[in-house]
C-alpha cells in the first residue's frame, strides 16, 4: 500500500481518468468492482467525478458523447511534471503533439493531453491540491500502466528524450518485446511492449486486486466481460471490459514463498 501526499518525480504515473457516455452505469459498474464511492466537481470541461477510495481520491470519470467513445476505449494515464507547459513544449520539440493544450482543472491540477510519436495518448499532471492518486499499490488502486505499440523504438526514444528515462530490457518475460522505462532514480515508472499484431498505440491500466478470479466473476455479474485469467511472473492477471468497451487488467500479486 503507498499513500501519496505529494507531487510525484518528473514522469511517474500519477492519475487515471475515463470518458464515458453513460456516468450513472459507469458509477455503478466500478462500484460493484471496487468499491468506489464518489465525489461530484465543476470543471472547465464539465462535471467530473473523482473516485473514492477510504475516501481517498484514485481516479476520475469524465461524461463524454457516445460518439467520442464508438471506437476503442482506454483509461488515460497522466505522467507527472511540476511545469506543465514547458512538458508539452518539450513533447513537441521530440515529435509529439498537443490534441488537448495546458488548463487548469477544478483548482486540482494543470494538465494537458498529449499524443507521442507513435500516437499514444496520456496526460501531463501538475498537481496544485490534489497531487493524483492518493492511494496506489493495493487493491482497487493503480498498479501500474504500460504502452502497447506496433512501432515501438520511436515511443522509446521520445520518453527518454521527454522524461530522461534510462531503458532496461526484461529477462522475466523471454521472447516479448519489453523495455523498461526508468526515471533517472532508477524507479521503474512502466514499460513499452513491442507487439506488431497491436492494433494501436495504447497505454494500458492495470489495477491490483486481492483475487482475480473473483473479480473476474464479480465484472461480468456487472454488465462487463472478462478474458480468462493467466498467471504470470508477477501474479495472477486478466483483461476485463467495461459496459463501454473499455478494456484494462487487474492483476493479484503472487503469493508469498
Known amino acids: 500500500m503507498s499513500e501519496i501526499s505529494s507531487n510525484q518525480p518528473l514522469g511517474t504515473p ?3 481518468d475515463l470518458g464515458v457516455p453513460d456516468l450513472d452505469r459507469a458509477k455503478e459498474f466500478y462500484r460493484a468492482l471496487f468499491g468506489w464511492e464518489y465525489e461530484e466537481r465543476s470543471a472547465a470541461t464539465g462535471p467530473l467525478t473523482l473516485c473514492l477510495l477510504r475516501g481517498r481520491r484514485v481516479a476520475a470519470l469524465r461524461s463524454v458523447s457516445a460518439a467520442d467513445v464508438a471506437g476503442e476505449s482506454w483509461w488515460l494515464p497522466y505522467l507527472a511534471t511540476d511545469d506543465c507547459d514547458a512538458a508539452a513544449k518539450r513533447i513537441v520539440e521530440s515529435g509529439g503533439t498537443v490534441p488537448v493544450p495546458p488548463a487548469e482543472v477544478a483548482g486540482l491540477a494543470r494538465t494537458a493531453v498529449v499524443a507521442d510519436p507513435v500516437g499514444a495518448r496520456f496526460g501531463l499532471w501538475q498537481g496544485r491540491t490534489l497531487p493524483g492518486c492518493e492511494l496506489v499499490n493495493e487493491p482497487a488502486t493503480l498498479i501500474r500502466n504500460d ?3 506496433p512501432d ?3 515511443a522509446r526514444s521520445f520518453y527518454a528524450d521527454v522524461f530522461a528515462f534510462t531503458l532496461d530490457g526484461n529477462d522475466d518475460l523471454p521472447g516479448v518485446d519489453f523495455t ?3 526515471r533517472p532514480d532508477g524507479h521503474e515508472i512502466g514499460g513499452i511492449i513491442g507487439d506488431a499484431t497491436a492494433r494501436a498505440s495504447r497505454w494500458q491500466t492495470l489495477f491490483e486486486v486481492a483475487d482475480t478470479d473473483e473479480l473476474v466473476a464479480r465484472a ?3 454488465g462487463g466481460a472478462a478474458e480468462a485469467p493467466e498467471d504470470t ?3 495472477r492477471m486478466a483483461v476485463l471490459t467495461d459496459p463501454f468497451g473499455t478494456a484494462f487488467s487487474v492483476g493479484a500479486r503472487p503469493a508469498a514463498d
Do not use: D, H
Open 14 to 16: 500519477t492519475w487515471i
Open 147 to 149: 504502452l502497447t505499440s
Open 152 to 154: 515501438p523504438e520511436p
Open 180 to 182: 523498461f522505462l526508468r
Open 220 to 222: 461480468v455479474a456487472a
Open 233 to 235: 511472473p508477477y501474479g
